[in-house]
């Protein structure tokens, strides 16, 4: 099986903590993309349909905006549904915007999923009040469900040849990596060091490994070639 990570393009909050020098003031809740996530987006999309990506077989993602909108044009050029997983959202610590929130946002409704991309399978638990109820969360909270997240794929009903692409975000993507290659954090969640991901930019995985006792072999982190070098955010 191959597990292919994608990040999300360009958000606002992302062009905010750039252009502000990393202040948070200016954060939003759930942003949306960018015209520059767009593109990033649309570029994306046609790598795949340029048979420059492995193909899906089942295309996940995170039911955050900014991950919807960039999985719209994947399952467009792909044909195929959009699974919605709330647990593949953002680390959700209180400092991800709004400044001064005291609960983390809910995340749009159903319906308003639904206009972004067609083609979203709404989960369980996802309805016209959104779909994150719980609390701000810790890194170490975060690491455990990262881990939920990486055993139901590695236990999944997939077959060998089976490519589960997944879109979420570049802290999320740092704990499932993690999770496969069995590299864990500091005990309390937080990272030794963090592997670059521009604005969808992938990382690619095969599991299990090819070496009897090998959790997964990476084949690429970070990559980024569908974009130009104008192109690139984080």
């Not at 949306?32 to 046609?46: E, I, M, V």
């Not at 647990?87 to 946002?105: I, K, M, N, R």
């Not at 670059?196 to 599991?207: A, C, D, G, Q, V």
């Amino acid at each position: 099986m191959q597990l292919l990570l994608i990040r999300h393009g360009e958000s606002v909050n992302n062009l905010v903590y750039r252009d502000s020098g990393g202040e948070l003031d200016g954060l939003v809740a759930d942003p949306q993309l960018t015209d520059l996530g767009q593109r990033q987006a649309a570029k994306l999309a046609a790598f795949f349909a340029a048979g420059r990506l492995p193909l899906p077989t089942v295309l996940y993602s995170s039911l955050m905006r900014r991950a919807v909108e960039t999985a719209a044009p994947l399952a467009d050029v792909l044909d195929m549904p959009v699974q919605g997983w709330i647990d593949l959202h953002e680390v959700a610590v209180d400092s991800d915007g709004p400044a001064g929130a005291t609960q983390p946002d809910p995340g749009l409704p159903a319906s308003q999923l639904k206009q972004l991309c067609p083609s979203l399978v709404v989960p369980e638990g996802a309805d016209e009040a959104g779909w994150y109820h719980a609390d701000f969360e810790t890194p170490l909270v975060a690491w455990q469900r990262a881990q939920r997240v990486a055993q139901a794929i590695m236990l999944g009903p997939y077959d060998e040849d089976a490519v589960v692409a997944v879109v979420a975000h570049g802290w999320f993507c740092q704990y499932l990596l993690r999770s496969f290659t069995v590299h864990p954090p500091y005990e309390d969640g937080w990272l030794q060091s963090w592997w670059r991901m521009y604005n969808t930019s992938t990382i690619l995985l095969e599991y299990p490994g090819h070496f009897p006792g090998e959790a997964a072999d990476v084949q690429w982190v970070n990559r980024f070639d569908h974009l130009d070098d104008d192109e690139l955010t984080v």
